[in-house]
């Protein structure tokens, strides 16, 4: 079984199936409903978007599963928060089912929720294995897997080979990087200049109807943009547009969702509030224009 699911890891990054970013169907990879707290069929209601994850164990599959893999905020997805409660029960279900719990923490991990060092901790779990980069190395190439020593000695059974692993240079600068973090509060940072930006936004989505959402924690911040608040229909020609007008203002903003129509606010932990003020007029003065 362990060996099973060490095999699928390598397949990690090609197991979301986000079609605007990358699409390889892996056999025998089933998804579960996304507990999307806006956009989800159950709205904000952890326990029955889990319940689907166990009826896809009782009648999808044999009883018996590799592993199942999440992020606590979903990046490319378009910073969508896990519905609360979660993934509690789903971790429950997948142990009973033999299965490993991954946490893909590439970009909520290392202090940017500002709650918590790691995403998952948001949801009150502890995983079997983590899949960590981006924020380790702060710009330096740098990613990592922590797991239990039981499921790490599967390694001693299979052969592993990585041309890059094991990089001094770059192992010395994802630890420098988790002393700055440390020592210059970065965490305390992440939350309280996310917060103030999240309250500025939400200023915003009182201004501005093509707002319909503003969502996620610290430093990891979303803004979806619909052309109808009721229906929730992507505002995604209006996405691109305001994109281009904030970067000529100075402000370069990353876009994401499934419809391409969420603003993902994502900036250094060093962040300030001058840099948030600067940010958010930037997308007022834009969305004024429209």
Not at 116 to 135: L, N, R
Not at 217 to 233: A, C, F, I, S
Not at 256 to 261: A, F, V
Request: glycine share 12%; with cysteine.
């Amino acid at each position: 079984m362990e060996e099973e699911a060490y095999r699928d890891l390598g397949e990690v990054e090609s197991l979301y199936c986000t079609h605007s970013y990358r699409f390889v169907q892996q056999g025998g990879v089933h998804h579960a409903l996304n507990p999307d707290p806006y956009r989800g069929v159950f709205g904000t209601d952890g326990e029955k978007y889990a319940k689907d994850v166990q009826d896809l164990i009782d009648f999808g599959t044999s009883g018996n599963v590799a592993a199942f893999v999440s992020e606590a905020i979903q990046g490319v997805g378009g910073i969508v928060e896990l519905a609360p409660g979660y993934l509690p029960p789903v971790y429950s279900s997948i142990k009973k089912a033999g299965g490993l719990c991954i946490a893909d923490e590439v970009q909520s991990g290392f202090a940017r929720t500002g709650s918590h060092f790691w995403g998952f901790e948001t949801q009150g779990v502890v995983p079997d294995i983590v899949t960590m980069a981006k924020g380790i190395g702060n710009g330096i190439p740098l990613g990592a897997v922590v797991t239990t020593p039981e499921i790490a000695e599967v390694l001693s059974r299979r052969l592993y080979f990585n041309t890059f692993g094991g990089n001094p240079v770059c192992t010395a600068a994802g630890l420098a990087v988790l002393r700055v973090i440390e020592k210059e509060n970065l965490q305390e940072n992440a939350l309280v200049v996310g917060s103030y930006v999240k309250e500025r936004l939400n200023a915003l989505k009182d201004k501005y109807e093509i707002i319909g959402d503003v969502r996620g924690r610290g430093l990891m911040l979303g803004v979806e943009l619909v052309t109808d608040r009721q229906q929730k229909t992507p505002a995604k020609a209006e996405t691109l547009h305001i994109m281009d007008q904030m970067k000529e203002l100075g402000v370069l903003i990353g876009k994401g969702g499934y419809h391409g129509n969420v603003f993902r606010i994502t900036p250094p932990l060093c962040f300030t509030k001058e840099d948030a003020d600067f940010l958010v007029d930037a997308m007022d003065h834009a969305m004024s224009k429209m």
